[in-house]
């Protein structure tokens, strides 16, 4: 059954951030490295844990997620606090805007921005490969200097890009719940903010309304299966619908490998990107074991292959984390994770905040140290 309008489950969105961040750490040193060299560096079964010059280091995938779920709760708390929703994609655009300006990019100044509490991690502001679509949809977007103005649009593309930034930054938007389809739609317009392609968008749709169902209680298939037919009404689907369905399928046909998981593609568009985190999710829970076991399987198929290791592990890592909380990543890999405490820190604001009690004071209203918390100021 649909989980309706049940509250999320603190660990599993703990388990979705984590895991992401995880799968992301364990991309990164083998991003775009051909299966061939991964193999001859790492061995037969390539990578098995986190390797590279720092290893546990994560990139710009969990530094977009990340930022991407304090803006939704800041768009939250300001809702509750005024009574008036609609600024949760200026918010977005915002944050995105202050992630890119602190790590160097050249772009003018934005008045009142809200970098909240992660500006202060030097590991989330610091240049981690930032993809150049996204940096050149937040430079256009920065010459206006409204920031809280949302310049790409569903239905004003910023560019023709499907690259995969947007759907691999989606699933928080899972964590909020304005049902199945205002989730969808949220992914899909957060997603439109750097790429302008229906591609670039509709995976990040899936992503965030296959999230809300798992932090709700609900089983990967029976989230997928809610995530896919909401796809299926929107136009332009035919694209991401193929690849969802291909890895639904590959994941039925057998174990996985590397060169069947190739077969969906290399992950560096959108639906391939989602495509292959579906697969090595699926196929890490239909080998079974208990969640720190499929974790650590999809994680590790999920990055292993010649494509972009970093972006399709995040999204393994987000549905399997949200599926099975924090669990699904195990221990060695959490402790070493560099984000680790600000990952946890950011899970339980955004558990609070989307949870049945937010933070309230006697008028019904957020109070002042919780707008402290969220915005950081
Ligand atoms: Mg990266």
Redesign the pocket.
Same mark, same amino acid.
């Given at each position: 059954m649909p989980p309706s309008a049940a509250p999320p489950d603190p660990d599993r969105i703990l388990g979705c951030l984590l895991a992401g961040a995880v799968g /992301?750490a364990l991309g990164?040193p083998v %991003?775009a490295m051909s299966l061939a060299a991964i193999r001859e560096r790492h061995g037969p079964y390539g990578v098995a844990g986190y390797t590279g010059p720092a290893p546990g280091a994560i #990139? /710009? %995938?969990t530094q977009l997620t990340l930022f991407t779920a304090q803006a939704l709760a800041q768009a939250s708390v300001r809702a509750r606090a005024r009574g008036i929703g609609g600024a949760t994609l200026g918010l977005l655009q915002s944050a995105y805007l202050a992630w890119a300006r602190g790590q160097g990019e050249p772009i003018p100044e934005q008045p009142s921005l809200s970098p909240g509490r992660l500006a202060s991690v030097p590991a989330l502001m610091s240049r981690?490969?930032p993809g150049r679509a996204t940096l050149a949809a937040l430079r256009k977007a920065a010459e206006r200097q409204k920031p809280g103005w949302p310049l790409g649009k569903v239905d004003e593309p910023i560019n023709g890009s499907k690259g995969s930034a947007g759907v691999v930054r989606a699933a928080p938007c899972g964590f909020g719940f304005p049902g199945v389809k205002g989730t969808f739609t949220l992914g899909c317009e957060a997603a439109a903010l750097t790429h302008g392609d229906p591609s670039g968008q509709l995976p990040a749709g899936v992503l965030a309304a296959a999230t809300a169902s798992l932090v709700r209680g609900a089983d990967l298939p029976a989230a997928l299966d809610l995530a896919a037919a909401e796809l299926l009404r929107r136009p332009h689907h035919r694209e991401t619908a193929a690849a969802l369905d291909a890895a639904i399928a590959l994941a039925r046909t057998g174990p996985p490998s590397p060169e069947r998981l190739e077969s969906l593609g290399r992950g560096f568009t959108a639906p391939e990107a989602l495509a292959i985190g579906v697969y090595a999710a699926l196929c890490a829970e239909s080998a079974g074991g208990g969640a720190e076991e499929i974790g650590r399987r999809g994680l590790l198929i999920a990055v292993n292959h010649s494509g972009d290791s /970093? #972006?399709t592990g995040s999204v393994c890592g987000n549905l399997l984390g949200a599926r099975h909380g924090s669990r699904a990543v195990p221990a060695g890999w959490r402790d070493a994770l560099e984000v680790g405490a600000a990952v946890a820190d950011l899970a339980e604001v955004c558990a609070l905040e989307f949870g049945p009690n937010p933070p309230a004071d006697e008028w019904g209203e957020p109070p002042m140290s919780w707008h402290m918390r969220v915005f950081g100021s």
């Open positions: /992301d990164a %991003e #990139s /710009d %995938e981690r490969g /970093d #972006s």
